[in-house]
């Protein structure tokens, strides 16, 4: 069955490929299964039609036959843990690429995502200055861990895993904030350099310069 997942028709990044379609994208590039996407505009996610599949009105969505999932972390677990490629056989190892999932969403994401509502959304505000830097030391500190648990390793738990490409699309968001030290930027252009990660950015880049072929 070929599953169709939910993209932006216009997405605010312009081709950076840094909304929550690109993992999920990159997660059924990696495990070689066929996607149709449906291409969805601000408008559309607020109906009744896209509600029922998304509570929250937003991308991405993922529907085969019967079932419908949202939330991109969710969606990536489940093509990862219904197809070879993406997490361990080994229980063990699958558990930690679990865990690592995990962390990237839920411990080194958060301060990132503050760093966006700053300077998006609170730049005008009198504690802007004030509360930027303070924003931008959390996520220095989390970086500084998480680099050094990396140390010279090229993936988070030896082989790739769904817990590598959940934090490298985290990561990504940093990009050209100066924030990520050189072996994380290695660590970003590692996960950029795999193939099914080019393809990914490639179709989701092609809906920008209105060459995609959709669902
Ligand atoms: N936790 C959810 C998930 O992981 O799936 C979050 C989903 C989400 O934030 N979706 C966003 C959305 O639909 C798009 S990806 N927003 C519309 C709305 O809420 O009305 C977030 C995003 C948007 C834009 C950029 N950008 O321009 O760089 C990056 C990321």
Same mark, same amino acid.
């Not at 959390?138 to 082989?159: F, N, P, V």
């Not at 590598?164 to 660590?187: C, E, F, H, I, W």
């Given at each position: 069955?070929?599953?169709?997942?939910?993209?932006?028709?216009t997405?605010?990044?312009?081709?950076?490929?840094?909304?929550?379609d690109?993992?999920?994208?990159?997660?059924?590039?990696?495990?070689?299964?066929?996607?149709?996407?449906?291409?969805v505009?601000?408008?559309?996610?607020?109906?009744?039609?896209?509600?029922?599949?998304?509570?929250?009105?937003?991308?991405p969505?993922?529907?085969?036959?019967?079932?419908?999932?949202?939330? %991109? /972390?969710a969606?990536?677990?489940?093509i990862?843990d219904?197809? $070879?490629?993406?997490?361990?056989?080994? *229980?063990?190892? @699958? #558990?930690?690429?679990?865990?690592?999932?995990?962390?990237?969403?839920?411990t080194?994401?958060?301060?990132?995502?503050?760093?966006?509502?700053a300077?998006?959304?609170?730049?005008?505000?009198?504690?802007?200055?004030?509360?930027?830097?303070?924003?931008?030391?959390?996520i220095?500190?989390?970086?500084?861990?998480?680099?050094?648990?990396?140390?010279?390793?090229?993936?988070?738990?030896?082989?790739?895993?769904?817990?590598d490409?959940?934090?490298?699309?985290?990561?990504?968001?940093?990009?050209? %904030? /100066?924030?990520?030290?050189?072996?994380?930027?290695?660590?970003? $252009?590692?996960?950029?350099a795999?193939? *099914?990660?080019? @393809? #990914?950015?490639?179709?989701?880049?092609?809906?920008?310069?209105?060459?995609?072929?959709?669902?």
């Amino acid at each position: 069955m070929v599953p169709t997942i939910t993209a932006f028709e216009t997405s605010p990044d312009r081709g950076q490929g840094l909304a929550r379609d690109m993992p999920v994208r990159w997660a059924l590039e990696e495990v070689g299964q066929r996607y149709d996407v449906r291409l969805v505009s601000f408008r559309d996610m607020k109906q009744s039609a896209h509600l029922r599949l998304h509570p929250f009105g937003q991308i991405p969505t993922y529907e085969a036959g019967d079932l419908a999932l949202f939330e %991109s /972390g969710a969606i990536v677990f489940h093509i990862a843990d219904r197809h $070879a490629g993406l997490l361990p056989g080994d *229980a063990s190892a @699958r #558990a930690r690429a679990i865990t690592w999932m995990f962390a990237a969403l839920s411990t080194v994401e958060p301060p990132i995502l503050d760093r966006e509502i700053a300077t998006l959304v609170e730049n005008d505000k009198t504690w802007h200055a004030e509360r930027l830097p303070l924003v931008e030391d959390r996520i220095r500190a989390r970086l500084s861990e998480l680099s050094h648990r990396l140390g010279d390793a090229d993936w988070l738990d030896d082989a790739f895993s769904a817990g590598d490409l959940q934090m490298v699309t985290v990561l990504r968001r940093l990009k050209g %904030s /100066g924030l990520l030290d050189p072996n994380l930027s290695a660590y970003v $252009a590692r996960g950029e350099a795999r193939p *099914a990660f080019k @393809r #990914a950015f490639a179709a989701q880049l092609a809906v920008f310069t209105g060459k995609a072929p959709t669902g």
